[in-house]
């Protein structure tokens, strides 16, 4: 028994959720409950919504309770028994597979870090406002993610050769200026292939929730959370990049002085790896603490590339004129964050911290970022202004 869902069904009574359907001896659950009660909302329509920022070093592994959520359109309703995923374009044999197909493939399981490109995005915003969802430091939490390695229906569909780059679509619906859209998504084959690179069912050992994507995502750990493909229902193998609205034009890296009037997506790439960053989630942002020594605690992400890996993580007390080395909390494995803590001593009055990690290469965190009109990978060092008494 390789799949923990049939379990989970039994011992959670739901059952319920398949005759519902009217589909009795239907074996899928149906979604986890939505809990979002424990989240910051930044925009309430859609939901996009960070937890607070001390309860995000509490733990390695980020409840879902406290996980944040990103979305760009509706939230579908999706039936689990009339659910089907289509893998087609250039493959030997098209799939369409029920989730009883997909759960007939061997399970894998993998434990990685998910962050929005946008995370941090208020700081940008403070040196040149910018546009966009106002993240705080939020926008990240580590998973247990569970499901079907992308690259075994990519052996069962078989590639045809030419075959670079594969799409992934979403069943919400986006509003864009002029037109609705789809949601989509995509990697380039080799990241496709590769063992980390999941469609994930489960999170946290539970079924997806709805607003996580229920019943299919991608999960693409090291690269910005936009290419884990939430309601996720086509894949689509192809020799070029989607042409989707979130590949082709949004979440690409755009230069400091391009605007979005003047800005030609097309000479752009799309964004794939994270970067190395780092924040400080404790104490927060004007908190008053005990003069003397204090205790620092945080998150460090290593960049996106396999093998990437946080080395050191520093923490400056005088908003980096001195810095004292922090240590590694708990666990990590591949494609997570590290937590950390230091000490540090504060004088009364107010002061600046700041983080800024390393990575296993030895390049470090600069101290400002590369402002872009769209807010995105914003990995200067962070900084929280505390008062000492
Ligand atoms: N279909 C769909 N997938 C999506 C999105 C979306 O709006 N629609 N948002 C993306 C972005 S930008 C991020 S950061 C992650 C967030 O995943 P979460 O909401 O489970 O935290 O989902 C990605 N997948
Ligand atoms: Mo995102």
Request: with cysteine; charged share 25%; glycine share 12%.
């Amino acid at each position: 028994m390789r799949w923990t869902r049939r379990h989970f069904m039994g011992a959670a009574g739901l059952a319920g959720a398949a005759l519902a359907t009217g589909q009795t001896g239907c074996s899928v659950a149906g979604p986890a409950p939505d809990e979002t009660h424990e989240l910051i909302a930044r925009q309430d329509s859609p939901l996009n919504a960070e937890p607070r920022l001390e309860r995000l070093a509490d733990s390695w592994i980020t409840p879902t309770r406290s996980f944040y959520i990103r979305s760009h359109g509706t939230r579908p309703a999706v039936d689990p028994a009339g659910f089907r995923l289509s893998v087609d374009g250039m493959v030997d044999r098209p799939l369409t597979l029920s989730l009883e197909d997909l759960e007939s493939f061997s399970g894998a399981s993998v434990t990685a870090t998910l962050q929005c490109a946008g995370n941090r995005r208020l700081e940008h915003s403070k040196v040149k406002p910018v546009g966009g969802v106002q993240w705080d430091a939020g926008a990240i939490g580590t998973a247990e993610w569970r499901g079907v390695r992308l690259a075994d229906l990519l052996h069962k569909a078989g590639l045809m050769s030419g075959a670079k780059h594969l799409w992934f679509e979403g069943l919400d619906s986006v509003a864009l200026k002029d037109r609705p859209t789809s949601f989509g998504g995509g990697v380039p084959l080799e990241k496709a292939m590769r063992p980390e690179t999941l469609v994930a069912l489960e999170m946290n050992g539970r079924p997806l929730s709805r607003e996580h994507g229920f019943p299919a995502r991608t999960l693409v750990p090291g690269f910005i959370g936009a290419r884990s493909v939430k309601w996720l229902h086509r894949i689509v193998v192809s020799d070029r990049p989607s042409e989707n609205n979130f590949v082709a034009k949004d979440y690409k890296m755009f230069p400091p002085d391009a605007t979005p009037e003047t800005v030609k997506p097309e000479a752009f790439g799309p964004i794939y790896d994270m970067v190395l960053g780092s924040a400080i989630c404790s104490p927060g942002s004007g908190d008053n603490v005990k003069a003397g020594k204090i205790t620092v605690r945080g998150y460090a992400v290593p960049p996106g590339d396999p093998g990437g890996r946080v080395a050191r993580v520093e923490v400056s007390p005088d908003g980096g004129k001195s810095w004292v080395e922090g240590r590694f909390r708990g666990t990590k494995s591949d494609f997570t964050w590290q937590l950390w803590e230091a000490e540090v001593t504060v004088p009364i009055g107010e002061s600046t911290l700041a983080v800024r990690a390393t990575d296993g290469t030895g390049r470090t965190q600069p101290e400002n970022a590369a402002w872009n009109f769209k807010g995105y990978l914003n990995d200067s060092w962070h900084r929280v202004k505390i008062r000492a008494s």
